[in-house]
């Protein structure tokens, strides 16, 4: 990988067992290894998490929304500002389970970017990740929402998704690194898709729902 120091990002969506005492438990976890390999591991709480995590733990953390929207009258939204101030370091936007417009998608960019906020959109296929792209984000993350969640690894089972949308990434804005993900669960699916020239992965299940996701998440950082 060229010089960029791969991310394994760990969404923990609204999993029981990634709220609360749980999410310290995989943020302690999570700065364990980083701290023994070096490799930067980042968590992505529910809301509600964001400040503890990101006050207890040297690790980034990740938003899993934000909404385009300016401190005022928005009630139930999520305030990009307050996501800063609790100790984020960025968010995804447009995750498979959390669909935006594109108009709402480059807005969100455009917000995150303004406010020194990373930001990951997701995608679904090659051709959005070159839209997405072209919106100028930190990262985009392909993930086949076929394969989100089913145990079955993006790396292993549709290697080419991810070379297609390195290759479409790269061809739309260079400067826009790719993570993929859908099903990761160990080193060796790391390892190939930071082959293919991604610079890491996005995963949830194979951690979050682990006896032990300090074993796991060694395993993941294994290979690089
Ligand atoms: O955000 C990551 C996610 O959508 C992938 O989920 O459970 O297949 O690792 P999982």
Do not use: W
Not at 67 to 92: K, S
Not at 182 to 207: F, H, N, P, R, Y
Request: charged share 20%.
């Amino acid at each position: 990988m060229d010089m960029v120091s791969p991310l394994i990002l760990v969404n923990l969506k609204t999993y029981q067992e990634g709220m609360g005492r749980n999410a310290h438990r995989i943020a302690a976890a999570a700065e364990t290894v980083a701290q023994e390999s070096g490799v930067v591991i980042g968590i992505a709480p529910a809301f509600t998490e964001i400040h503890p995590i990101s006050h207890h733990y040297a690790i980034p953390v990740y938003a899993q929304h934000i909404d385009a929207i300016t401190p005022g009258a928005h009630t139930g939204h999520i305030l990009p500002e307050a996501v800063r101030a609790a100790g984020a370091r960025g968010t995804l936007i447009n995750h498979s389970e959390r669909r935006l417009t594109l108009a709402d998608i480059d807005a969100c960019v455009q917000v995150a970017r303004r406010l020194n906020l990373e930001s990951v959109v997701c995608t679904n296929n090659d051709s959005t990740s070159a839209a997405a792209a072209a919106l100028g984000p930190d990262y985009v993350a392909v993930e086949p929402p076929e394969l989100i969640g089913s145990g079955v690894s993006v790396s292993k089972a549709d290697p080419g998704i991810i070379e297609r949308s390195v290759n479409a990434v790269r061809s739309v804005n260079p400067d826009v690194k790719v993570l993929t993900g859908a099903g990761i669960q160990s080193g060796e699916c790391v390892k190939i898709a930071v082959d293919l020239g991604t610079c890491g992965v996005l995963l949830a299940s194979s951690v979050v729902k682990a006896d032990d996701p300090e074993a796991v998440l060694r395993d993941l950082v294994s290979m690089l």
